[in-house]
């Protein structure tokens, strides 16, 4: 498995087509993250752009490869392990990205609660702000896995619904993205660090059933 993200994580960066989701979230994060913001407030803006993000990169990572290729690649390793190191690939890239996120909007960030009445640790912030941009990140990964191949291999239907499910993975009652992200607004304004544990061990499962069910479809559908 090592040796397939090593060749899926070359084929992303080789690829440059990672560059269109970074660029707007970098564009997403200079317009809604402004220095002297609440920390709180801020991780969870850019931690909700992640959410997006992710599915985007899940898609890239499992359509990087021509047929050919793919199909030299899952004869030689397994098709459910080939199609499960790209979808690896992508949530790892979006982890990363999440955590260079989190660092410097919490640098850039003023340590204070909304209305800058309550001093917030920053370090502590930050710990909340960084499990907040996974569960977003894996929540985003489990998106792209359920709309696109092998499930969805048309853009014009894949492309609609990945945005769509992502929007309501960010914005419904009880996923938990809205938890995760909702925790951190509402600690901003009494000043209360949230621990979204509860989220994150929430959005691993959705992430490991939907990884799951990808690469079971993928075994029985030919490239």
Not at 141 to 166: F, K
Not at 168 to 195: D, E
């Amino acid at each position: 498995m090592t040796a397939l993200l090593r060749y899926q994580a070359d084929l992303l960066l080789r690829s440059q087509r990672w560059l269109p989701p970074v660029i707007l979230y970098a564009a997403f994060l200079a317009i809604g993250v402004q220095s002297g913001q609440p920390v709180l407030d801020s991780l969870g803006y850019a931690a909700a752009g992640l959410l997006p993000v992710a599915a985007w990169l899940v898609r890239i990572c499992v359509t990087n490869e021509p047929d050919a290729a793919r199909a030299c690649v899952a004869a030689a390793r397994g098709p459910a392990r080939a199609h499960l190191a790209c979808l690896l690939t992508a949530l790892l890239a979006s982890a990363l990205l999440g955590v260079v996120t989190t660092l410097v909007v919490t640098l850039v960030s003023d340590p204070v609660s909304n209305g800058h009445r309550v001093h917030v640790p920053p370090l502590r912030a930050g710990a909340a702000g960084l499990l907040a941009a996974l569960v977003c990140a894996l929540l985003g990964s489990a998106v792209g896995a359920l709309t696109n191949r092998p499930l969805l291999r048309s853009p014009g239907r894949a492309v609609p619904a990945m945005l769509l499910a992502a929007l309501l993975s960010a914005v419904l009652a009880g996923s938990p993205a809205q938890a995760a992200v909702g925790g951190l607004v509402t600690g901003s304004q009494s000043g209360r660090v949230p621990v979204p544990l509860l989220p994150l061990a929430g959005a691993a499962l959705v992430t490991a059933g939907a990884f799951a069910a990808a690469c079971a479809l993928t075994s029985r559908r030919s490239p």
